[in-house]
């Protein structure tokens, strides 16, 4: 009669061999450096997406709106603010079609910038900003560019849309355009803080 493996093994003293354990394969585990270059290549690709955005928006597509409106600028391009004159101007140069197309572009690069914008902002800043409580501080000034664009958007297309032109919505598109450019310099300066302690501490890890 046919003995079994564990008859066997007592027969001739043999211990069971413990199962192997199947070796791990290293190439596909990322090391630190790599995660970083991957992180590093998408912050780079957030960056030149913002950049067009940025260019297509204010540099190219509302600029080719002064065609529509006799050569006056967007409320969007006024740095500081404008008054009720100005704008009464440019409802008056505009017809509906132009105003429909003003629309379309806050609807669509106007809001898709400020969103990459502040998305590509807070991921900067998170990676470069160890200290958590300071992170946060900065991660708010970004957070309230995106806010003030997209709310700005709304107020000047609530205001040029009016059938009559209110002077608390012609105030408050102006003080929303003016505080939305701040805050973009004040987001470009938080990117720049943070970047320069990201390589300081880069440069302190590096010296131990």
Known sequence: MAKTPAQRAAKHGNTATPPTTPALNTSTQRSPQKAQG?????????SVATLFLFGYLHLLTLNQMTDLSNGLAMPDSMI???DVSQVEALRTAMDSDALGQLQFVHKTAGML???VFGI???TVIAMNVAKKS???MMWVVPVLFAVVQLWTN???DTMLGAKILDLGAVSLASTLVSLSWLLLVLSLATIGVALFLGRKRSKAVAQV
């Open 134 to 136: 300071l992170r946060r």
């Open 38 to 46: 991957n992180a590093n290549m998408l912050l780079i690709a957030g």
């Open 80 to 82: 500081f603010g404008f």
């Open 120 to 122: 590509v902002s807070l």
């Open 154 to 156: 709304v107020a000047i």
């Open 113 to 115: 910038f400020p969103l």
